[in-house]
């Protein structure tokens, strides 16, 4: 492996080579081939004349995606293979890369035609399993349950979904897990051990590509998590089908509103088929966000999916 390659990383597959380091990452162990994507540090202005806007995001007719984070950084996101980040403290600090690698690969994602999804993902049986569903609806903290149940993690918080190949694919993506400190401290792990997201903010994050990254995997389920009122018993599981699926599923896209900006409403949503349909199984899960249930949640998906097949 020759010099440039030990200094790039490991992302959905893709080499990525970066002017900011991406301790998030593995690095790259591939091929020598040129960098899929690029990241760099430049200038970001706004766009003059962008077919959306909102308080944060732009896009232009290109499909260029440019976002800003007051006091931390512009960023713009441009044909599929680039990231200039224009930072606005130190370039290192975990609060760069909290947004780079959040809205930045969800952009990214968008341009290189594979859906991210708002979902951890977990390998059952050989299967991707996704874990989606609002903030607060305890997405990390069911992941990193199942990873301490010796589960292999896909990624954590953004599932990217491929099904522009002979088969669809789940990918591997940030396989590191952020915990609320509540929930670090019940999985075991101190504060020392893990990084700050960003200053002021009790939110952490921990690696995981220490122990390898796997392949991607098929789509085997799609979870959709509702929260009950702590104390309601037990788990209820809903089989989604049909337009019932798709319309959930739709609801998990990651940047939603940027992939129609960028591709328009008919292509947005044959995609967003597309990658549902890849599913075999989709379910809405309602239980309570009770941490001395999640093993027996954990137990009660995996025999759910399975005996459903």
């Given at each position: ?27 790259w162990t591939g091929d020598a081939r040129a960098p899929d994507v690029t990241i760099s540090l430049g200038d970001v202005p706004a766009m ?262």
């Amino acid at each position: 492996m020759n010099d440039v390659a030990a200094a790039d990383y490991a992302l959905c597959g893709w080499r990525v080579a970066s002017a900011i380091a991406l301790p998030d990452l593995p690095r790259w162990t591939g091929d020598a081939r040129a960098p899929d994507v690029t990241i760099s540090l430049g200038d970001v202005p706004a766009m003059d004349a962008p077919v959306l806007e909102t308080a944060l995001v732009q896009i232009d007719a290109d499909a260029r995606a440019r976002f800003a984070i007051d006091a931390v950084a512009e960023y713009l996101v441009a044909d599929g293979g680039q990231i200039t980040v224009a930072p606005r403290m130190d370039a290192n600090d975990p609060a760069i890369r909290l947004f780079l690698l959040g809205s930045g690969l969800g952009f990214l994602c968008h341009q290189r035609g594979v859906l991210p999804m708002h979902a951890g993902s977990v390998v059952v049986d050989g299967t991707a399993l996704c874990l989606a569903g609002a903030s607060g609806a305890g997405k990390s903290t069911l992941t990193d349950a199942f990873a301490r149940r010796g589960f292999a993690v896909l990624s954590d918080d953004v599932s990217p979904v491929d099904v522009s190949g002979a088969a669809p694919r789940v990918l591997p993506s940030l396989r590191r897990i952020r915990l609320w400190g509540d929930s670090l401290a019940n999985a075991g792990w101190s504060q020392d051990a893990v990084e700050r997201c960003r200053d002021g903010l009790e939110k952490f994050s921990r690696p995981l590509h220490g122990d390898g990254v796997p392949d991607p995997v098929a789509p085997g389920a799609f979870i959709h998590l509702r929260t009950l009122t702590k104390g309601q018993p037990g788990t209820r599981f809903t089989r989604l089908r049909g337009r019932d699926a798709v319309a959930e599923f739709r609801n998990q896209v990651y940047r939603w509103r940027s992939l129609v900006g960028m591709v328009g409403v008919p292509a947005a949503m044959a995609r967003t088929a597309a990658a549902a349909a890849a599913f075999p199984l989709h379910f809405s899960l309602e239980r309570a966000v009770d941490y001395a249930t999640l093993d027996t949640v954990i137990d009660e998906i995996v025999a759910t999916v399975r005996a459903a097949r």
